[in-house]
C-alpha cells in the first residue's frame, strides 16, 4: 500500500486512503493469524498506535 501510495501522489492524486490502509495492515500484523481474538479486542488493537507491537495490550 505504501507504493500505491508513492505512485499516486507522483501523480498528483490524493494518496490518504492508501497510506490508512497500509497503516491500518501494519497495526493488525501482529494479530492477523491470532484466530481466537474477538472483533472487538481486533479493533481495540487497532485504536493503540505503538512502535512496538509486543507492548500492545493482548
Same mark, same amino acid.
Given at each position: 500500500?505504501?507504493?500505491?501510495?508513492?505512485?499516486?501522489?507522483?501523480?498528483?492524486?490524493?494518496?490518504?486512503?492508501?497510506?490508512?490502509?497500509?497503516? &491500518?495492515?501494519?497495526?493488525? /500484523?501482529?494479530?492477523?493469524?491470532?484466530? /481466537?481474538? &474477538?472483533?472487538?479486542?481486533?479493533?481495540?488493537?487497532?485504536?493503540?498506535?505503538? &512502535?512496538?507491537?509486543? &507492548?500492545?495490550?493482548?
Amino acid at each position: 500500500m505504501r507504493e500505491v501510495a508513492e505512485t499516486l501522489q507522483a501523480a498528483d492524486l490524493p494518496a490518504h486512503l492508501a497510506h490508512a490502509a497500509a497503516e &491500518t495492515m501494519r497495526l493488525w /500484523d501482529a494479530d492477523k493469524d491470532c484466530g /481466537d481474538l &474477538t472483533p472487538s479486542e481486533v479493533l481495540a488493537h487497532l485504536h493503540v498506535t505503538v &512502535t512496538d507491537p509486543a &507492548t500492545r495490550p493482548r
